[in-house]
Every structure is written in C-alpha cells, then in structure tokens.
C-alpha cells in the first residue's frame, strides 16, 4: 500500500477497507471491470424481498432519481449483501456509469469491488461519501459515490441508497446527495416503524439548529407507563447516546429527560416526570387510531410553545391601523401559496413579527422557521460553506422535508446585503422552485419550502445602484409588502394603549398630553422605538400612568440623537412638544413618585418648599 503514502489522508474506515482490500482479499487496484454482475434472473428475487422488506416504499426513490439525474448522478439501489437491484441514470452518462461496472446487477461488495460507497456505508452503518481516489479500483477514481444504509422498523440493515456521479472535487455535490438520500431512508424507516408500533404512543423527538432547514428526528415507541418499547437510530442520537444503545426497556423521561407536563396534551399512559435536561430537543405524539378521546395524528407535546413563534398576536400587530391589516394579511395569503414573497419596511415595522405570527397561525413551531441573516455573511470560505449548506437543504425540504413537517420558511432577513456569491446561488435556487412550482389552484396547500425575504431598504433601490441582482430582485419579488411606518399609520393612539398595557401586565391611563406628544413625534424607530419610550415612562412613573412628565427623558435623549435628521415630509421635529401646564406637571410628577414630595421635587429641579408652596397655591389634595 506504498502509493497511500502520497495521497491525501484517508480518515480511518477508508484506510482500513484498503488494507483489507490488499491483505484479505488480494485485489489488483488495476484489475479491468473489477465489478461483477448478476443476470436479471438472480436480480428480480433480491428486488421483491427488498420491496418487500421495506413495505412496499420504494416509490420514494423516483423523486430522489429525479433530483439525482438533474445534477448529473445516478440512483443505484442495493439489497444488504450490495447487489444493485435498481439503477437509474441520465441517458448521457449511462454508458460511462455502466462501462465501469456502475449498473443494475453490478455487486459492490468490498472483497470484489473494493473500497467503494455502498461497502462502506454498509459496513459503518453510516452515510458516507468515498471519493475519487478513496476508491481501491483505479477504475473508478473518476467517480464519487455518497452512500446511505436503509434500515427498517429494528434498524436492521435491509440495503443500501447511493448517488454516484463524475466527482469534481465538491464538496456541495457531497453535502446535497447526503441529505437527499438521508431524507428518503428516513422516509422509508419512519413508514415501518409507525407501521409496526401504529397500537401504542409513539414519541416524535426533533432537534435542529438555528441554521438548519433539515431538522433529524428520532421515533420513539412507549407504552401504557412510558417504558420505551423500541426506537430508531436518530433516537439516540438526539439523546447524546451511541447509535448501539439499547433504549429498550428504559422509562422514556428518564432518557430524554423531558418536564413533568411534557404530556399534558397526551394520554394519560404515557407518564413523564423529571427536569427539562434537554432544552434543545421538540417532541409531537402520533396516538393509537383507538384512542376515540384523542385526535389521530402527530400533534404537539408542547402546545403552547409550540405555537409561540413570537410574543405578540396578529391583533397586536395591526392593531388600529387598516393599512397595517391589509399588508399583513397580504402576507399571510402568498405564504400560503408558496409564492416568494418580499416584505420591505423600516427597521422595527414588524417584519420579522409578522412572519413569526403568521407561520404560528399556519401551525408551525419553531423549528420549521429558519432565519438567515444575510448582513451576517462575508466572503469568506466559513461563510461559503455555510450558505451553500442551507441552500442545498432547501433543495431537499421542498422536494421531501421530514414526514408530517409539511411548510416549513426561510426568513432572508435584509437580504439587500447579501454577498454577491451568495446572490448568485440564491438565484439558482429560487429558479428551480420557480420551474417546479405548482398550478395556481393547487398551491394553497402545497408542503415543502416557504421563501420571505425582508429588507430595511427598498430592494429596487439597491438593484438601481448595483448592489443587488435585478433577476434574483424579480424572482424574490413575486409578491412585494410594504409595511407602513408608524408615523403612517392609523390608529396610534389605540397601540400606544396596547403596548402599555401589554408592558405593565395591566390596563394603562396615558394622560392626553401624553397622547398629544407621541403624536407629534415622527418616530424613526416605529414600533420597537414605541415599546421603548412606553416602557420607559412606566419606569420613570408609577406603572399604572405615563403622563407628559414620564416621556420626556426618553423623547430629550431621542430628539439629541436625531438632530441633524432629514426630515422625512410631513414629520414633525420631536421638540415641537404640546403646551403642558404648571399645575398638570405638578400633578403628575406627585402621580407618579405617588405623591412622594421630595422624589417629585427631584423629578420637577425644584427644592422641597417650593413643591409644597405650589401644592397649596393650585389647591392640590393628596389622595387618601
């Protein structure tokens, strides 16, 4: 083996396959057409008790060779021992693939065919990808084969998937058919195991990052105590276990360590208890179709949430304002569809709230909404990887996406500074939804990805002066929102009341000076710059009235902070405050130190004795 020495390291599982392949097995790296092949007689048996071992769901294959074959791979599907039981290939590489072995029938058994993707992955009982050079054969170092083993409900091995195609030294190409193939053998497992447990509970245990569209999931088995009856891989996985750990036997709460009402929505034989161990771990339950009480189906182990994307209502959002009403039920109506939709607005609007609260009122938890922050990324190779990962698992949500997950989003959030390389991929991606997309009628309830894209600026802006593709602005653009600014809106009145009720936990008097001033104000951070000043003057008061008084520290800072501004037409500068009285300011700065005389001479830069001097001169009376 003195020519590995030159060669880039293998990792550990392809050096030991090539030390076998010379030391056991005695194969030539030179041998010709080193692949065997069986008759058609020999491959029809191994088919049938492949279909019939995987219950009949090979069908998902079709999708996957379709997707495999666009970007030039071929789908070759293997039974335990290797042997290639259905293979699939675009027309114009067909004759490459099979003139080196790569075929229906073909055996990839390392101690014939060497170190290849299918002998690997089988023996590891992992996905793996052996590259060009990885292979033994020098027949085959023109390809890279990514190989995932399928197992069934017992995670027993019942064959192998693999993408092969001319390798180009990319590891994009790695990453997008690991995840294709690792979606479909999900698919497959996940069918037997609901299949063969579809009598008792059975626990869907989910984890994904905050950049991950793919989220693993892990299914879990119990019974009428919560004793774990059986579980797949993923399962322990998720639970920081070995994928040989036997869960079998163990109580489910002890493993997973989940909160003591983890279950509250779920019959009562599946007992839970303990400490929540596993913050990062969602859990939904799929019922026995006996269960009458219950409603058949996954259905979230934590309702509430679940369901709190955000911590505000749509109510909150448009609350007083028809045009805010309009825009945002916009929104709601093109996610819906599928359709690309662009939401554009000063910064705190509510853009990101409005997503979040409308992919709650569509029923989706947290892990189904990935946000990317776009001003976040540079040209850097980190950067590079990181961007190409979420765009090749958009690929693969929309075409298969974790059973049950249904819609899941990408938030670009100010997508205007995405870097140019990133652009240039983005444009691709949404081009091929574009292509695939289904007829009008049939899109409101189309699974797969939802595209938002937010912007702080007008993105037609930035396409104009350079910064932004205009074929990628016109492919996003498939619906454009603007969210109106608060200066704007309607009804600002009634918001301020909500958001400083919402605040204090309680009902809120602001006084009509006070009404009068947030008024005049133009607001440049809109809502967010609302919450602010509101909660501010709750603080600065006594949490049950904002007075005239009570804004002003946070209104002298804001109006320091925007002198210079240009002003947008028809705001008013945010000194140009209302008249406010002596005896009114008297009065509330007594209100809010509840009628503490030397806090409310503090407040007013007065001395004590004058305080009390003017509480007599207006004929003010403390509260009893």
Not at 359 to 380: E, F
Request: aromatic share 6%.
């Amino acid at each position: 083996m003195g020519e590995l020495t030159h060669r880039q390291p293998f990792d550990e599982t392809i050096k030991a396959s090539w030390e076998r392949c010379e030391r056991q097995h005695g194969l030539v790296r030179a041998t010709a057409n080193p692949v065997l092949r069986l008759q058609a007689s020999e491959i029809a048996p191994r088919l049938d008790e492949l279909i019939d071992r995987s219950g009949g769901r090979l069908g998902v294959f079709s999708e996957l060779s379709r997707l495999g074959m666009d970007a030039g791979h071929c789908l070759v599907v293997t039974d335990s021992d290797g042997i290639v039981v259905r293979f699939e290939s675009p027309s114009a590489t067909r004759e490459a693939f099979e003139t080196n072995g790569i075929g229906l029938g073909s055996c990839w058994d390392e101690r014939i065919a060497g170190t290849n993707g299918v002998s690997v992955a089988l023996g590891a009982g992992d996905a793996v990808t052996v590259r060009g050079t990885q292979h033994y054969h020098t027949s085959l170092t023109a390809f890279a084969c990514t190989a995932v083993p399928m197992l069934d409900a017992d995670n027993k091995t019942i064959g192998a998937v693999s993408l092969s195609a001319f390798d180009r030294s990319s590891p994009t190409d790695y990453l997008i058919a690991k995840e294709l193939l690792l979606s479909a053998v999900g698919r497959i497992q996940s069918k037997l195991f609901e299949a063969k447990y579809a009598d008792y509970t059975i626990v869907n245990v989910t984890s994904a990052g905050p950049a991950d569209l793919l989220r693993r999931e892990g299914l879990v088995a119990v019974d009428d105590q919560g004793i774990i009856l059986s579980s797949t891989i993923w399962a322990n996985e998720l639970a920081g276990l070995s994928k040989d750990t036997i869960l079998c036997g163990q109580q489910f709460d002890g493993v997973f360590g989940t909160a003591s009402d983890t279950f509250k929505s779920v019959p009562t034989r599946v007992a839970s208890v303990g400490g929540n161990q596993r913050p990062g771990l969602s859990y939904s339950v799929r019922r026995p179709g006996a269960d009458a009480k219950y409603t058949p189906g996954w259905q979230s182990a934590f309702p509430a949430d679940n369901r709190r994307v955000t911590g505000h209502l749509l109510s909150d959002l448009i609350c007083g304002s028809h045009s805010m009403a309009k825009a945002c039920a916009r929104v709601e109506a093109y996610i819906k569809r599928a359709t690309p939709v662009l939401i554009e607005g000063e910064s705190g609007t509510g853009k990101s709230a409005l997503v979040g609260i409308i992919s709650r009122g569509l029923g989706l938890g947290r892990q189904q909404i990935v946000t990317v922050d776009c001003a976040s990324i540079w040209d850097s190779q980190a950067d590079r990887d990181y961007v190409q990962n979420i765009y090749s698992q958009a690929r693969v949500v929309d075409t298969f996406g974790p059973e049950g997950q249904g819609i899941t989003v990408l938030v670009l959030d100010n997508v205007g500074e995405l870097p140019a390389f990133a652009q240039s991929g983005l444009r691709k991606l949404v081009e091929e939804f574009e292509r695939d997309a289904s007829p009008l009628d049939m899109q409101r309830t189309k699974p797969g990805l939802r595209i938002v894209a937010v912007s702080r600026e007008s993105l037609f802006e930035a396409v104009q002066e350079g910064r932004f593709r205009e074929d990628l602005y016109y492919l996003l653009a498939g619906a454009v929102v603007e969210l109106p600014p608060l200066r704007e809106r309607e009804g600002l009145r009634e918001l301020a009341q909500r958001v400083g009720s919402q605040i204090a936990g309680a009902d809120v008097q602001i006084a009509e000076e006070a009404h009068e001033m947030l008024a005049a104000y133009d607001w440049p951070g809109n809502v967010r710059e609302l919450r602010n000043a509101l909660h501010q003057a709750l603080l600065e008061g006594n949490g049950t009235r904002i007075s005239l008084l009570d804004l002003q520290p946070s209104f002298r800072r804001n109006s320091r902070s925007t002198e210079g501004r240009q002003q947008t037409p028809g705001s008013t500068q945010a000194l140009k405050l209302p008249i406010y009285d002596e005896r009114q300011m008297l009065l509330d700065a007594l209100t809010g130190t509840n009628w503490n005389v030397s806090k409310a001479a503090r407040i007013l830069g007065i001395g004590r004795a004058t305080i009390n001097r003017k509480i007599k001169q207006h004929g003010l009376l403390r509260p009893s």
